[in-house]
């Protein structure tokens, strides 16, 4: 056949490429949806990793601190009675094992190092990829400010239900919605003396170990829950009344189920699960 003959090349018609754009975009809506889902589960995955390793963390402190486990919070003066309020919280008692041997908030100033200064590093601390940084209070959206006061989207839990001592009665101001509280202490006025705030317990006191909460997924740097599940079930987590992120591992931003399994928390026994709100409800305040 002469070179004349033969046919010309022939290119995509305009139809065919809208065509193949159109499958493309169905295929990429279709995957979508699972490529989602993996990442939600491989981020739950890691935040769930995280809780473990700071679970470890409060076993190790216990074997340098005579078996005592931290406060969730602890306000104190230093120099006693009259220096300058300083404050500490669990993250900074425990940060040593977990931050590559450098304590947080050492003089308890809020002097970096500090938990807002290692945001942004490789750190169990700051361990969940699906926490934002968004408080979803009630009808608004606020976002946390990032700061030496900031925390990482983990709570401890403030019910140990550990038996009070026998040489005093505890005020009210000891209570968080009329229960017992003693895993935080605010009182700068007496902080040797368990008249305004709470102790510190061996982690042997911290009874059922197996099925009461220790840190969890939280919105809120206080664990404020009630002593009954909340009816009818909030539809935003708040910071005020039920202060764990039951939305965190969902697929929703709001809306979850009171039963469906939507957020990370390691126990007192070290071991970790993801729960739904209820059943994190019950290990917080009334474990079985």
Not at 63 to 90: C, F, M, Q, S
Not at 108 to 113: E, F, I, L, Q, T
Not at 175 to 188: C, E, I, K, L, P
Request: some cysteine; proline content about 7%.
């Amino acid at each position: 056949m002469s070179k004349s003959l033969r046919p010309a090349p022939r290119g995509f018609t305009l139809v065919e490429l809208l065509v193949v754009i159109g499958i493309i975009a169905l295929l990429v809506s279709m995957l979508l949806p699972t490529l989602q889902q993996a990442r939600r589960q491989a981020d739950t995955v890691k935040c769930l990793s995280a809780l473990k390793q700071i679970g470890n963390a409060y076993f190790m402190y216990s074997v340098d601190n005579n078996g005592y486990w931290p406060l969730a919070r602890h306000v104190y003066r230093d120099p006693e009675p009259t220096g300058p309020a300083r404050e500490k919280r669990w993250y900074d008692f425990i940060s040593k094992y977990v931050n590559n041997g450098i304590t947080l908030n050492e003089k308890g100033d809020g002097a970096a190092p500090n938990i807002a200064s290692i945001k942004d590093t490789n750190t169990v601390l700051w361990g969940c990829p699906e926490w934002n940084r968004v408080y979803y209070g009630t009808g608004s959206l606020s976002t946390l400010t990032i700061n030496s006061g900031s925390f990482p989207g983990y709570t401890m839990n403030l019910y140990t239900f550990a038996p009070m001592p026998v040489d005093t009665t505890p005020p009210l101001s000891t209570q968080v919605n009329g229960y017992q509280v003693w895993a935080t202490r605010t009182s700068t006025a007496r902080p040797f003396k368990n008249a305004d705030g709470g102790w510190y317990f061996k982690q042997s006191q911290w009874k059922q170990a197996g099925h009461r909460a220790l840190v969890f997924d939280n919105i809120h740097p206080n664990c404020s829950v009630g002593a009954v599940f909340p009816v009818p079930f909030p539809a935003l987590p708040s910071g005020t009344t039920f202060t764990i992120d039951f939305n965190r591992h969902s697929k929703y931003k709001v809306g979850t189920k009171a039963n469906v399994k939507s957020m990370n928390m390691v126990f007192c026994d070290g071991h970790g699960e993801t729960v739904s709100a209820e059943e994190a409800h019950t290990a917080i305040r009334n474990p079985r």
